[in-house]
């Protein structure tokens, strides 16, 4: 399960990603609790969010052309040290009483232009690091790293909130920067896989689509992933309106469906480092039962059942998104790889504020059961659908058989097929 972290640039690199996660998260709760107590609004709060996210989706392809022509490691260097100084900077106006909501806006932007170059950066980087042997391991144990910061980092942020106010949370999220900055110092750049660098040229944005469009296998699971990520991961518009409008339970029940979706989501983290190597029809089952399950739980009748049901939410989503990142990255050229993981977090990062308005008016329209419905048809039908043509391009037809008196659903080449029937 742990086996990547026997590569000491790795080790080094988890371990700075443990600390910085964490003060990632505490930011985030701090950033959010800030804009609300200078404003009133949640828009305002909603505005942040996407401040935070519109570099990506305007700029991320370009940033993975960057990143295929530049070091990954000196990009990193970069973008982390970019990223401590905007929380000082933030933690300074702060705790000097001078911070306006502007403020908070411009640092919210300044960290999603950072997040452009660090995304497929940090994404592509990994694979130097381990090597293609231990590439699913390593990308697992990264999900890992950052669920459990989302169990650790908020927590403390509310602890830090209270006792000292929200610019010595910013502050600490900048420190926090000091342990990846070090990590990276650190490694020795003889053991790297170190990828070749595409050359600095005219039409490598276009040549990266069309490597991607020529390519069943990388553009169909981002085509599921983005499905998915618009309309089944509007987890903050669900399950907020779960705990007031439907279980009338207020904050602390929706503190507990994201810590037990969390916990959902770190478990499904270790299985996949454990299992240890990427196959489609796992990320397709992934993705089918991740639908199936939100139907379920758009029915659950009592509070503690949907609680429950967040765990394998959380697996099945976690599963997906581990499987599909190692899939695309272990099938992608080198030279390719940061044009095809930028357009990959693109796509799944810029789900939500696509899917997050259309989730919200299924939910004021229809009631939030509903909403959540809607997002799990959609998730388990793209799934069926993304598989079956997976599994024509490959040459596979569905098979049924009998094993040990049950019947089996299995894709079979068609020639095998054809084989099994002049037996019968």
Not at 241 to 250: E, I, K, L, S, T
């Amino acid at each position: 399960m742990f086996s990547s972290l026997e590569v000491r640039n790795y080790r080094l690199f988890f371990a700075g990603q443990v600390v910085s996660n964490i003060g990632t998260w505490m930011q985030r709760i701090a950033q959010d609790w800030l804009v609300l107590s200078l404003t009133g609004s949640a828009t305002a709060v909603g505005v942040t969010t996407a401040l935070q996210f519109l570099p990506m989706l305007l700029f991320g392809l370009y940033g993975g052309v960057l990143v295929d022509r530049l070091p990954k490691r000196g990009v990193l260097l970069s973008t982390q040290t970019a990223m401590a100084v905007t929380g000082i900077a933030l933690a300074l106006l702060t705790l000097s009483g001078h911070v306006e909501v502007w403020h908070v806006y411009v640092a919210a932007f300044a960290v999603g232009l950072a997040t452009v170059l660090d995304n497929p950066a940090r994404q592509s980087f990994v694979s130097e690091m381990v090597g293609p042997d231990q590439l699913q391991n390593a990308v697992s144990l990264n999900s890992a790293n950052f669920q459990s910061a989302r169990l650790v980092g908020p927590a403390v942020a509310g602890l830090m909130i209270t006792g000292v106010g929200t610019g010595w949370a910013f502050l600490a999220n900048g420190l926090s920067f000091v342990a990846p900055i070090a990590g990276l110092l650190l490694m020795r750049g003889r053991e790297l896989h170190a990828a070749r660098r595409a050359p600095r040229g005219k039409g490598q944005l276009r040549e990266g689509l069309h490597y991607v469009a020529g390519r069943p296998d990388l553009i169909w699971p981002i085509v599921l992933v983005g499905f998915i990520g618009t309309f089944g991961f509007n987890f903050p518009v669900y399950l907020s309106a779960f705990a007031d409008d439907v279980f009338h339970a207020g904050a602390g029940s929706y503190s507990l469906f994201n810590t037990l979706m969390a916990v959902g989501s770190l478990a499904g983290a270790l299985l996949a480092a454990r299992r240890g190597t990427s196959r489609m029809r796992v990320l397709i089952a992934a993705a089918v039962a991740f639908g199936l399950v939100e139907l379920v739980a758009a029915a659950a009748p009592s509070l503690w059942l949907f609680a429950l049901l967040m765990v394998p939410i959380g697996m099945f989503g976690m599963t997906v998104n581990v499987t599909a990142n190692t899939t695309i990255q272990m099938g992608t050229d080198p030279a390719m790889r940061g044009r095809v993981m930028a357009l990959y977090m693109m796509v799944f990062l810029g789900g939500s504020p696509v899917g997050a308005p259309i989730a919200g008016w299924i939910t004021d329209a229809y009631g939030v059961r509903a909403g959540l419905a809607a997002g799990g048809a959609v998730s388990a039908l793209a799934a069926a659908v993304v598989g079956l043509v997976l599994a024509r391009v490959g040459g596979l037809r569905l098979a049924v058989g009998w094993r040990r008196g049950h019947p089996v659903l299995r894709f079979v080449p068609r020639e095998r097929r054809e084989e099994l029937a002049a037996v019968a």
